[in-house]
């Protein structure tokens, strides 16, 4: 399968431009589409899942026309929003029996069977009869998964799904994306760089609505090899390095303030050269852009 974006502009009524003219193809396999708070991604990703209109441009999945066609697409289409919305008093095992019978499956065995599936593939059958208010946020993700891969969709895009989780709860919930992606498309959007270089072997990097990069997480690192040198500072020098030199950006190792350089050559002996990682690939392009 392939999805298609082409051109896509998006304006809200306010005058915020959130799309420009934004274009990117979407093979099988994890995707991750990655950009800072703000950047256009769940914007494109209400586009996507036919929720939301855009001024100009199209979307297309194989011969599908996304804007147009759009309960074709929500047959296909597995969803799982940045914001939820409330969570009901109604048990977990409820609320998905209920969204399964939305998504036309015939049977209620067939739907009880699929949803009890569900409930240990996202490791919450043991509190199947607890009311959603009451599940933690882990718990609370788990289940919007849960509600995304029900009708075995092609196509699922979760928007933003490890914020808010604890890092067992991130590796839990990442495995799980990671299995069930292989032959479908999956579109994790994120501005966790982490998250990224985990899961997907192709990814883009947006900001301010405009694609940066896209490509493997691989090809881009190596496209920055050779050219990002490192050096550990002090706190006090961190000023007098941003006026000197090209810095991709700061982190701290214990404490201690790590600058990281972009130079087509050795800036002096005291730096190191670095195998780039895809934190120098996002800071450089979202820093090169503002
Ligand atoms: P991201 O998901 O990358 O953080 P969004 O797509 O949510 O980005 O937002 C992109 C831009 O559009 C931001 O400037 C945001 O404030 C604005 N925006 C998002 N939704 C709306 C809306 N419904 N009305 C007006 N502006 C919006
Ligand atoms: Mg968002």
Redesign the pocket.
């Known amino acids: 399968m392939q999805l298609s974006i082409q051109n896509i502009s998006k304006t809200?009524?306010?005058g915020?431009q959130?799309l420009k003219n934004l274009s990117l193809t979407i093979e099988n396999g994890m995707f991750g589409l990655l950009?800072?708070?703000?950047?256009?991604?769940?914007?494109?990703?209400k586009t996507i899942a036919t929720l939301q209109s855009v001024d100009e441009g199209q979307v297309r999945l194989d011969d599908i026309n996304v804007l147009k066609q759009k309960a074709e697409i929500r047959k296909l289409l597995g969803y799982l929003p940045?914001e939820f919305g409330v969570y009901p008093r109604v048990t977990a095992e409820e609320m998905l029996l209920h969204y399964t019978a939305l998504k036309g499956v015939q049977g209620k065995s067939t739907r009880s069977q699929i949803v009890n599936e569900l409930l240990v593939q996202v490791n919450l059958y043991d509190v199947r009869k607890k009311k959603l208010s009451s599940f933690s946020g882990g718990m609370k993700r788990r289940f919007g998964i849960a509600q995304a891969f029900i009708g075995n969709p092609k196509l699922i895009i979760v928007?933003?799904p490890t914020a808010g989780l604890d890092p067992a709860e991130r590796v839990r919930f990442n495995n799980l994306l990671s299995e069930i992606s292989e032959h479908i498309i999956v579109i994790l959007?994120t501005?966790i760089v982490d998250d990224v270089s985990e899961l997907c072997k192709q990814m883009a990097i947006?900001n301010q609505?405009e694609l940066l990069l896209t490509g493997s997480p691989t090809a881009l690192k190596n496209s920055m090899a050779g050219k990002v040198w490192t050096k550990s500072i002090t706190k006090e020098g961190m000023k007098e390095y941003e006026e000197r030199y090209q810095v991709i950006y700061t982190r701290l190792e214990e404490s201690t303030p790590i600058v990281h350089v972009y130079s087509d050559e050795r800036p002096d002996d005291s730096f190191e050269l670095k195998k780039p990682d895809l934190q120098d690939v996002y800071f450089h392009q979202v820093k090169m852009e503002n």
């Open positions: 809200y009524p306010n915020v959130a950009g800072p708070n703000g950047a256009g991604k769940s914007t494109l990703m940045q928007d933003e959007s501005h947006i609505g």
